[in-house]
């Protein structure tokens, strides 16, 4: 019943920047992580940034000062506002969620999440 779907996606040159949104539907309760992840070819899945519906959030160290995650929870929406993008940015990016845990949890861990998206791509050029 949960759904997600990513949006926003594209290529940019290196320095530029693109928010990537999902829509997130279908959760019994509005207690719920999102998570953003990406993979690159030969790469394994990262996670990017984290945000529970109390708003905590937390970053990978490599787009720490670059990506913000934020959410709208009248439109059910979480964005990851990157800027600053560097080549090594360019991966599909897919978004996951979860309602598992109670309280505070959120994690940059895919274990965790249950609940994933389709992927969007995002391509920063040199």
């Known amino acids: 019943q949960v759904q997600l779907a990513e949006s926003g996606g594209g290529s940019v040159q290196s320095g530029g920047s693109l928010t990537l949104s999902c829509a997130i539907s279908g959760f019994a309760d509005s207690k719920f992580y999102t998570g953003w992840f990406r993979q690159a070819p030969g790469n394994e899945r990262e996670g990017v940034a984290t945000?529970?519906?109390?708003?905590?959030?937390d970053y990978a160290e490599s787009v720490k000062g670059r990506f913000t995650i934020s959410q709208d929870n009248d439109k059910n929406t979480v964005y990851l506002k990157m800027s600053s993008l560097k080549p090594e940015d360019s991966a599909m990016y897919y978004c996951?969620?979860?309602?598992?845990?109670?309280?505070?949890?959120?994690?940059?861990?895919?274990?965790?999440?249950?609940?994933w998206g389709q992927g969007t791509q995002v391509a920063v050029s040199s």
């Open positions: 945000i529970n519906t109390e708003g905590r959030t």
């Open positions: 996951a969620a979860d309602s598992r845990f109670e309280g505070q949890f959120f994690t940059l861990q895919s274990p965790w999440y249950h609940f």
